[in-house]
T-cell receptor, first 117, second 112 residues
Framework: GAVVSQHPSRVICKSGTSVKIECRSL??????MFWYRQFPKKSLMLMAT?????????EQGVEKDKFLINHASLTLSTLTVTSAHPEDSSFYIC?????????????FGQGTRLTVV | GQSLEQPSEVTAVEGAIVQINCTYQ??????LSWYQQHDGGAPTFLSY????GLEETGRFSSFLSRSDSYGYLLLQELQMKDSASYFC?????????????FGKGTMLLVSP
């Protein structure tokens, strides 16, 4: 089955530094990938849609300059949290929709637990 | 826009049956999905209903009534490992792709 791999699974960084999270589709090409953020005991909130070869589409209220998204190939999207602050600490997770799958099913990476100290 | 409502928490005992309801409001509807998420893990797909009726997958079943904008997830023969959060979700068609909007989640606590 389709696999989406996300790295790293956990990261701790100092306030003011930047962190890059990678999302890879391992056995299919993904022209579009999605980035979510989830706070403890809350729902998954879509942050942005990553489009291969073009600019990402950000959801309302998400700072483009803070959450940089790059989708340079058909199998890799990256999310960079710039100048991280403690309030950016959260669970970040990506997903992709393999071609031919039904609309109901999305494939998620393992998620990245970001802690900013 | 899309909005989904589901109970925040449900408790049950091992071996029991539990139903988690979901009502939704959407500008365009393409089906209702259900996901399970254990603490600290990624969501995993459970079921999808595009048409009215019941879909059964092992111990899990999902039901949809499009006229009522309502669906539910039914979990039978509950096991301790079923303790998790359960999310209903709908698709939102964008230009050239679609995105998933999730409900706030229902935390299921299964006790011995």
């Amino acid at each position: 089955g389709a696999v989406v791999s996300q790295h790293p699974s956990r990261v701790i960084c100092k306030s003011g530094t930047s962190v890059k999270i990678e999302c890879r589709s391992l056995d299919f090409q993904a022209t579009t990938m999605f980035w979510y953020r989830q706070f403890p005991k809350k729902s998954l909130m879509l942050m942005a849609t990553s489009n291969e070869g073009s600019k990402a589409t950000y959801e309302q209220g998400v700072e483009k300059d803070k959450f940089l998204i790059n989708h340079a190939s058909l199998t890799l999207s990256t999310l960079t949290v710039t100048s991280a602050h403690p309030e950016d600490s959260s669970f970040y997770i990506c997903s992709a929709d393999p071609p031919g799958t039904n609309l109901g099913e999305a494939f998620f990476g393992q998620g990245t637990r970001l802690t900013v100290v | 826009g899309q909005s989904l409502e589901q109970p925040s928490e449900v408790t049950a005992v091992e071996g029991a049956i539990v139903q988690i309801n979901c009502t939704y409001q959407t500008s365009g509807f393409y089906g209702l999905s259900w996901y399970q998420q254990h603490d600290g893990g990624a969501p995993t797909f459970l079921s999808y209903n595009a048409l009215d009726g019941l879909e059964e997958t092992g111990r899990f079943s999902s039901f949809l009534s499009r006229s009522d904008s309502y669906g539910y997830l039914l979990l039978q023969e509950l096991q301790m490992k079923d303790s998790a959060s359960y999310f209903c979700a709908v698709r939102d068609r964008r230009s050239g792709y679609s995105t998933l909007t999730f409900g706030k989640g229902t935390m299921l606590l299964v006790s011995p």
